[in-house]
């Protein structure tokens, strides 16, 4: 969770950043939903709905809690006992409606959270019905996104860690690598 290891049972914040790794899943429940994160997924919880940069997620729910896949939006049509999936992987997004309909909506830029609670105008997804799968092309319908694949997203910590090393590698080039006494003009 937002770049550390988390326990088995942790708080989950509106903004925070989730990611399994490889063989590992991470179960998410609120009121009314449950949000089952597969291996290799990372995700921002936004309270009322889950952003998915890349990786798999299952989704119960009895009311109506969004999964936005870029310019995707994946909406319960009824507030009632719905299953789904969304699968971002490859700049390929891939909706199962197990349980229920969904509504996949499309937008022609990455969604803000102002804009994911507002109501669809434009619907160039359509819906998914109980028992269909879909997939949507990224490339597509949100343009060329910078895409990062699993187990390569590059953690902060380590960004931080390798600045102050670099910092310390110029310092030592510039200054010298300690043990050398400095030429001045009363020792020539």
């Given at each position: 969770?937002?770049?550390?290891?988390?326990?088995?049972?942790?708080?989950?914040?509106?903004?925070?950043?989730?990611?399994?790794?490889?063989?590992?899943?991470?179960?998410?429940?609120?009121?009314?939903?449950?949000?089952?994160?597969?291996?290799?997924?990372?995700?921002?919880?936004?309270?009322?709905?889950?952003?998915?940069?890349?990786?798999?997620?299952?989704?119960?729910?009895?009311?109506?809690?969004?999964?936005?896949?870029?310019?995707?939006?994946?909406?319960?049509?009824?507030?009632?006992?719905?299953?789904?999936?969304?699968?971002?992987?490859?700049?390929?997004?891939?909706?199962?409606?197990?349980?229920?309909?969904?509504?996949?909506?499309?937008?022609?830029?990455?969604k803000t959270p102002a804009e994911v609670l507002q109501p669809q105008t434009e619907s160039q997804g359509g819906s998914v019905h109980e028992g269909e799968e879909r997939n949507y092309s990224e490339s597509d319908l949100c343009g060329g996104l910078k895409r990062t694949s699993p187990g390569t997203a590059v953690n902060p910590k380590w960004i931080a860690l390798g600045a102050a090393g670099a910092g310390v590698l110029i310092w030592v080039v510039i200054h010298g690598g300690g043990g050398h006494t400095p030429v001045s003009a009363s020792q020539p």
């Open positions: 969770m937002n770049g550390y290891e988390a326990n088995n049972s942790a708080a989950v914040f509106s903004g925070d950043v989730l990611e399994t790794k490889s063989g590992f899943s991470a179960e998410l429940t609120l009121d009314g939903t449950s949000v089952l994160l597969q291996p290799e997924t990372v995700a921002k919880f936004q309270g009322d709905w889950l952003e998915l940069d890349h990786g798999s997620v299952s989704v119960a729910t009895t009311r109506s809690f969004k999964v936005v896949a870029h310019c995707l939006s994946v909406v319960p049509v009824m507030n009632d006992g719905t299953n789904y999936e969304v699968t971002d992987v490859n700049g390929n997004v891939h909706v199962a409606a197990r349980k229920l309909n969904v509504n996949v909506s499309v937008s022609g830029h990455r």
